[in-house]
């Protein structure tokens, strides 16, 4: 009797509730921020003039004079979805399975209701759990270094750096994390749920699968075109690009200051040797027309 009486006048707890909040609103914006990032870093399959520019939109180089841009401005960027990075998974961890026991309970539950649903979340749980550690290597190494980002040295740290498995395994990861994380936002706030929501749920599923192919796709794509301007780059590490002078006319012009250099020398050294070959026919005329006379005194 007394511990129902303690429970009916205890406070219901909204903790919870307002946690699950936090972490709703907080993965709304990280998704959201993902699909404009993944646009961002695809410009390089633009060129690398279009990322440049990006990057240097990103640094507000449009607000200095002398171009430079402010890498200030991406460090608190940075900070702002690393903290928001921290507090989702942090949030996140809440709901992991603790123990193998629990682990288990869940898997048999999985197979036992065989529910896409429920296979959807246990993907973000293993997903966050590679992320909390890949992002977090990610946003640090960008958040130490916020000026270096530029299509040579943003190529450098995926080849040279050896960057590019983490991006890998953390792209598979956070297009699949966050586009599900989408879809069940969707279904959990009944966001575009219509008049029929089975089809609307059966839409968005859809919409969901091809978000995260085209973002795959996307990011594979430019994963590729900066490995390729890696290995390109590879003896020239730490050297920043240079927008006047883009990276391919930049290898045909030094040919062509090679080659320009070349024909200079090569006439020259053709003008020497006909210079010799002129000194040396008069020669060489001379003398058999000195020899015959010598032979010919000789004989
Ligand atoms: C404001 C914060 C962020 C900035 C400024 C940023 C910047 C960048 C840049 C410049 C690249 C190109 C490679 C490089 O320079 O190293 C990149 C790649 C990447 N970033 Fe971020 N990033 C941020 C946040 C995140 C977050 C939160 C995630 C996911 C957890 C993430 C996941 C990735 C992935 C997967 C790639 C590889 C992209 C590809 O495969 O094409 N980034 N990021």
Redesign the pocket.
Known sequence: MDSYSIESIKKKNRMPARLDFLQSGTGLI?GL??WA??F???S?ILGKGSFNFV?KT?ELAFLSDTGHGFPIA?FF??L???TL?LIHALLGVRKFPISWKQHRIIRDQMQMMNHTDTNLWYIQVITGFV?FF??SV??Y??LTN?G??DPY???D??VS?N?WPL??I??I???LH?TIGLYRLCMKWGWFAGKDARKSRKTLKALKNKLTIFFMS??????LV?IVIGINHRDKVGERYNKHEPAVEQGQAEEQVQAEEQVPVEEHVQTEEHVQADEEIPAEGHEPEEAQPADVTHQ
Not at 218 to 223: C, E, H, M, N, R
């Open positions: 990280l921020f993902m990032h993944m961002l870093v695809g390089i990057a990103m991406v960027a940075v702002t979805v690393f990075f992320m890949a992002g990610h946003l190494i960008m916020p270096s980002i040295l943003s190529a740290r995926i750096g960057m991006y890998l953390l792209l990861c956070v297009e966050g996307l990011g594979v794509f430019a994963l900066f």
